[in-house]
């Protein structure tokens, strides 16, 4: 699929429940059921929509390869235990990490409520897009402290060490805040995250320093280096590093989920998801806080504005998906085009 490029693209802006719609049709056309290519393509649109471009649309081709791979269970119907009064496991049976969480949703909020904290468990699932969609809903809608972890395929090289064993692991936090907007973000504990790679080596960018190395180990700046054979550094060295092993732990050892480097996709070719597991972990802050938590969070806000920290983490999303809200969101021409084919309609 054409993804935009550094060259001058005609673009459109395509209105956000427009997009979202295409997305599923996409999804249910290339072998997903209907409920997991709704939750898919809002996720997909959703990121797209907040300027997340590396796990917006961007990953549509990645999801169909797949797909059509076999290596995924478009229609898996995740199995939810409820194994002790604040530990929910899901076994997302090789489907979609996000289909799992919305099956086990009302019963992780039910019990954070119930007992001022909830553990959610999901086991043999692919998780391919943002992560900050799985927990600011539980901040935004339901007023509760959220974090997820989840691990991915093996593409980063532990501090120290000379090949790739860890994920990118990303970390998303939320929290409800006192002026509305919950206080979230989504890291990689790797030094950039995976789809920001390709993105650069389509575009033809090099990469920061001290980013990745080659299929040799040498540090290297260019994108398709660390791509064919190469592999990411994880950020601030063994510091970052003992955050992703941390992430491994909780998201796979946990839960029952394979490790980064513990699943084998080489008789899928064009398997492109990770088949590892994820951990969310809900908190009910009024157990502790009374109602005083948004209060408090928005204080820690301002006073980070005040000692002159510019913007709030996630606030450029937010301004970006009021704007894409507002005017539509912006996608290449081509990319439009694209979408629509493979939806079925006019290309």
Known sequence: MTV?????????RIPFGQLRDTLALIFERHGTSRAVAAI????CASAERDGASSHGVFRIP????????G??????????QDVAPGC?????RNGFAQPALAAARDLLVAKAR?????LLAIRDSHHFAALWPDVEPLAEQEGLVALALVNSMACVVPHGGTQALFGTNPIAFAAPCADGAPLVFDLATSSMAHGDVQIAAREGRLLPESCGVDARGQPTREPRAVLDGGS???????????LSMMVELLAAALTGGSFSFGFDWSGHPGAQTPRTGELIIAIDPEKTAGQAFAQRCGELVQAMADAGQPRRPGQQRHHQRADSLTRGVPLAQSTWNELQRLAGGPA
């Open 62 to 69: 990645g999801y169909l390869s797949t797909l059509a791979s």
């Open 4 to 12: 935009s490029s550094a060259a001058p693209e005609s673009s459109v």
């Open 71 to 80: 290596w995924a269970d478009g229609r898996a119907q995740p199995q939810v």
């Open 40 to 43: 898919l393509a809002d996720n």
């Open 88 to 92: 929910i496991a899901v076994d997302a």
């Open 232 to 242: 990411l550094l994880p950020f601030g060295g063994h510091k970052g590093s003992a």
């Open 114 to 118: 119930a007992n001022g904290i909830a």
